[in-house]
């Protein structure tokens, strides 16, 4: 009986580059809490990336789409549209994690009330 060594899928080393890139740039300019926040969700996303290397082809697409949410900045001349936060990412990482069963979902993050005036 021989033993499978499992390597890494192509698709991980680059997501996972895309991740820490991202974190490089995120620590030139970010201090305390949020990079912090920063650091963590890098951190996350890496578990979240070698967890499913050899999962299914819709759990590896959650899992990117997600380390794509965190890279990309939505920088925009038009300022309606704001620029993404760390906590809009955290949410989606969270949301990611959740619907894989994986325990990179942050324990400590409690949904915002809803105004009583919504539904």
């Known amino acids: ?6 390597g890494s899928r192509p698709g991980t080393d680059v997501l996972i580059r895309k991740v820490d890139s991202r974190l490089a740039a995120l620590r030139a300019n970010l201090r305390g809490s949020d990079l912090e926040l920063a650091e963590e969700l890098a951190r996350r996303l890496r578990e979240l990336v070698v967890a499913t290397a050899f999962s299914s082809a819709a759990d590896r697409a959650l899992v990117r789409a997600a380390v794509h ?3 990309l900045r ?5 300022a ?3 620029v993404r936060s760390l906590a809009a990412a955290q949410r989606v990482v969270d949301k990611a994690a959740r619907q894989l069963g ?3 979902a942050s ?13």
């Open 1 to 6: 009986m021989t033993v499978e060594e499992r």
């Open 69 to 71: 949410y965190f890279v």
């Open 74 to 78: 939505r920088e925009t001349r038009d």
């Open 80 to 82: 309606r549209l704001p």
């Open 102 to 104: 994986h325990p990179a």
């Open 107 to 119: 324990a400590d993050l409690r949904p915002t009330p809803t105004p009583a005036h919504l539904p």
